[in-house]
């Protein structure tokens, strides 16, 4: 009797062990909280706004990292919904018009947001510091380049050009209100030829000296400047590139405090980059779990690897974070708002 009693703690003990690995397995390829707990966003739909054009840059971004953020929500499906048309004006009211439940959110860059809306483009018809920010998958320098061929080797050279510097652009986007402050701070005159369809049309103008000059995020200039294509003369950012040591920062190249503050302004605004955010006043448990699961996403060592591997750098901040500095810069940037306004009245 003692005998069968032995052999039954030990088969008690072995089962119990057993159900502790399985547990301990399970859990650690589960994003389901401790205890059972409900994800918000479990078997939910989210309609994801890229106001971008599909298959460039911006929708890129938001597709790769979609899978992530779908795996730590919970969510049934995220849909992205590409709705261009007016700068990516049309896309964003959307956005602003949406009912706050935290299934209708948006990726963009926000810099183009804030901005638009202090020149008071046309049609735009929301404010920005009152999106609910939900995280910063990226940031990064900016650059402005030249023509390979072109008479200018600096940024100190454009005052010899004896014209008006000609800006290729896309339409009143980051880049354009970018170089309009740039100009502004720096004293030189900028004709900006409308009418391109993106940095890849921008980038062949300047090429072929139809154009000046040009602003790119820098790694899409990487390749035509190491084939002698393009020449990078002014770094938009807060500190100079390891790969471009001798090209100065804007903030560097302007000497005025006036200038200065303006383009500390720009330089704040293109920090917050490409982001998530929700419509006003979104659902406060929906924001706590998106922020959290935007957070995780973006951290995740799969995608991290993945942006590595195609050269889309991922640079996170949380999305409470970016709510208070986006208030900030819209705020601060009210001072070049005379400047952004002339530069869009130009091109008419």
């Known amino acids: ?61 938001a597709r790769m990292i979609v899978p992530y953020i779908q795996k730590y929500s919970g969510a049934k499906n995220i849909i992205v919904k590409n709705i261009t048309g007016a700068g990516g004006v049309i896309g964003i009211n959307d956005l602003w018009n949406a009912k706050p439940d935290g299934l209708t959110i948006a990726f963009t860059s926000i810099p183009t947001i804030i901005l638009s809306q202090l020149s008071e483009g046309e049609g735009v018809k929301y404010d920005a510091t009152q999106f609910t920010y939900l ?47 740039i100009a502004n701070s720096l004293g030189f005159g900028l004709k900006a030829i409308t009418g391109y369809e993106g940095n890849a049309d921008t980038a062949l103008a300047v090429v072929k000296g139809d154009g000046d000059g040009h602003i790119t995020a820098a790694m899409d200039a990487v390749t035509m400047i190491k084939e002698g294509d393009k020449r990078p003369i002014l770094i938009i950012a807060p500190e100079r590139m390891p790969e ?36 006003p006043n979104m659902d406060e448990e929906a924001t706590i ?22 050269g889309l750098p991922i640079v996170p ?32």
């Not at 779990?289 to 195609?310: C, G, H, S, V, Y």
């Open 1 to 61: 009797m003692l005998k069968r009693s032995k052999w039954f703690v030990v088969f008690m003990v072995v089962a119990l062990l057993v159900s502790s690995i399985a547990g301990c397995s399970s859990s650690a390829g589960s994003t389901a909280p401790a205890g059972g707990e409900k994800l918000f966003y479990e078997g939910k739909t989210i309609t994801l706004i890229v106001p971008n054009t599909a298959g460039k840059g911006m929708d890129t971004y």
């Open 135 to 181: 995280g910063r998958a990226s940031t990064e320098a900016r650059i402005l380049t030249v023509g390979g061929n072109s008479s200018i080797k600096s940024i100190e050279d454009i005052a010899d050009l004896g014209r008006d510097f000609k800006f290729p652009t896309q339409g009143t986007d980051e880049d354009f209100f970018t170089m309009a402050v």
């Open 244 to 279: 471009y040591p001798e090209v100065p920062t804007a903030l560097e190249a302007v000497q005025d405090e006036t200038g200065k503050a303006s383009l500390q302004a720009i330089v704040n605004m293109l920090e917050m980059h490409r982001s998530f955010f929700g419509p």
């Open 289 to 310: 779990a998106l922020r959290e699961a935007i957070f995780q996403a973006l951290n995740d060592p799969e995608l991290q690897a993945k942006a590595e591997q195609t």
């Open 317 to 348: 901040l949380k999305g409470d974070e970016e709510q208070g500095k986006v208030e900030i810069i819209a705020e601060a940037g009210k001072n070049i708002v005379p400047i952004l306004k002339a530069a869009v009245e130009a091109t008419k």
